[in-house]
Antibody, heavy 120, light 105 residues
Framework: QVQLQQSGAELAKPGSSVKISCKAS????????MHWIKQTTGQALEWTGY????????KYNEKFKGKATLTVDKSSSTAYMQLSSLTPVDTAVYYC?????????????WGPGTMVTVSS | DTVLTQSPALAVSPGERVSISCRAS??????MHWYQQKPGQQPKLLIY???NLASGVPARFSGSGSGTDFTLTIDPVEADDTATYFC????????FGGGTKLELK
């Protein structure tokens, strides 16, 4: 069965960086794009970007260019998102979500989320 | 960005029918999807491409609409349906609605 396992909660200081992970299992990792979505405590969901694990190609929400960097390790079926120059505004839960594409696309499986807290 | 506007929080009694609306700021064809999120959990896919029921989702859930106006219907509502429901479009770069919190009376 498809599973997306995310890394644990992070507590980071302003100005630092964090790298969170999403380990996929139960399917061919390189066949599905992986998206990252931010959810703040107010519940709003915001798309960060996606990566195509097979090619390494990425697309970012303009708002997150320079903030988020998406990478993958195909050997371990793991996707990563690095968040840099952290500020309290980056405090949120970050989800990875698998994209299904049939000429149109949607997110069929989501990871459990990684809480990132930015505080001095 | 395509802005998605959802109806505010709703409160219904078990056994009733409830409709949750989502309006897009521009046409998104039928590329609208619905997710359910319970407290402390990740979102779960309910409906894809406006009206298609995701695998394992009870037939009490249904979706309709195209263009700019979409509806998620639950009939009948059960106690376990207490959650926040989000719409999401994929006509262009993905955006989400603000969520509709469903409470049971």
């Amino acid at each position: 069965q498809v599973q997306l396992q995310q890394s644990g909660a992070e507590l980071a200081k302003p100005g630092s960086s964090v790298k969170i992970s999403c380990k996929a299992s139960g399917y061919t990792f390189t066949s599905y794009a992986m998206h990252w979505i931010k959810q703040t405590t107010g519940q709003a969901l915001e798309w960060t970007g996606y990566i195509a694990p097979g090619s390494g190609g990425t697309k970012y929400n303009e708002k997150f260019k320079g903030k988020a960097t998406l990478t993958v390790d195909k050997s371990s079926s793991t996707a990563y998102m690095q968040l840099s120059s952290l500020t309290p505004v980056d405090t949120a839960v970050y989800y990875c979500a698998r994209e299904v594409y049939y000429g149109f696309w949607y997110f069929d499986f989501w990871g459990p989320g990684t809480m990132v807290t930015v505080s001095s | 960005d395509t802005v998605l506007t959802q109806s505010p929080a709703l409160a219904v009694s078990p056994g009733e029918r409830v409709s949750i609306s989502c309006r897009a700021s521009e046409g998104v064809n039928s590329y609208m999807h619905w997710y359910q999120q319970k407290p402390g959990q990740q979102p779960k896919l309910l409906i894809y491409k406006a009206s298609n029921l995701a695998s394992g989702v009870p037939a009490r859930f249904s979706g309709s609409g195209s263009g700019t106006d979409f509806t998620l219907t639950i009939d009948p509502v059960e106690a376990d349906d207490t959650a926040t429901y989000f719409c999401q479009q994929s006509w262009n770069d993905p955006t989400f609605g603000g969520g509709t919190k469903l409470e049971l009376k």
